[in-house]
């Protein structure tokens, strides 16, 4: 497996990594994302209000100080519903990642993700339904470095709405990367909800 740092080196997990992710809200998209580790610590978050009077556009990752880690913004027409990622507050980046759905054809559960390193461009894909909290990324080796999937209460053994679900990172990779993937899905499934009139709720990514 190819490891290291997308975004940056101190998110690159150095064992596997399980976070809980909180979403403020089911009803609108870009709310907020609160990310925390096993012990409880806060990691990541993300606020949707923008007092510096930001685009609309995009959503900022931030660590718990409110440094800003990442920036994902949709690129403006295209055809396959692409987004982009940029390091810190993207002001004159190209940008370090994009997303988009693999086929143009049909609403396909598949994203492929490109990586702009400075060795080459590097794939990933990313597999499942976001809506139901299910969905795997890939390498190009076909090897799982991450994982999003529902969370289970250890003590009532009860699955947990969707608002509180599970981000599973392997060893090697990036944190921020994943949690970057993580808002751009939850993006392209509202966008899905809102042309469906409600139908996307329960389908795939």
């Known amino acids: 497996m190819k490891r290291g740092a997308v ?3 101190g998110s690159v997990c ?10 403020t809200s089911l009803f609108f998209a870009g709310d907020g994302f609160t990310a925390y580790d096993s012990k409880g ?9 923008r007092p510096d009077g930001g685009d609309a556009g995009e959503l900022v990752l931030m660590d718990p100080a409110g440094r800003c880690i990442l920036t994902v913004r949709r690129k403006r027409a295209s055809l ?3 987004w982009e990622g940029f390091v810190g507050e993207r002001s004159g980046q190209k940008a370090l990642f994009s997303v988009r759905r693999s086929s143009m054809i049909g609403r396909t559960t598949g994203m492929t993700v490109e990586v702009h390193g400075e060795g080459g461009e590097e794939y990933y894909q990313i597999e499942g339904s976001f809506a139901c909290r299910k969905c795997t990324v890939f390498n190009a080796e076909k090897q799982v470095v991450a994982e999003i999937r529902r969370k289970v209460d250890a003590y009532a053994n009860v699955v947990l709405g969707k608002d509180a679900f599970l981000l599973s990172v392997k060893q090697g990779f990036d944190s921020a990367f994943a949690m970057g993937l993580i808002l ?14 409600g139908d996307a709720i329960s389908g795939p990514i």
């Open 80 to 82: 396959h519903h692409r």
């Open 184 to 197: 751009i899905l939850d993006q392209i499934h509202w966008a899905d909800f809102e042309t469906d009139g």
């Open 14 to 23: 150095r064992e596997e990594t399980h976070f809980t992710v909180l979403k």
């Open 7 to 9: 975004v940056e080196e």
């Open 41 to 49: 610590a806060l990691i990541f978050r993300v606020d949707s209000y």
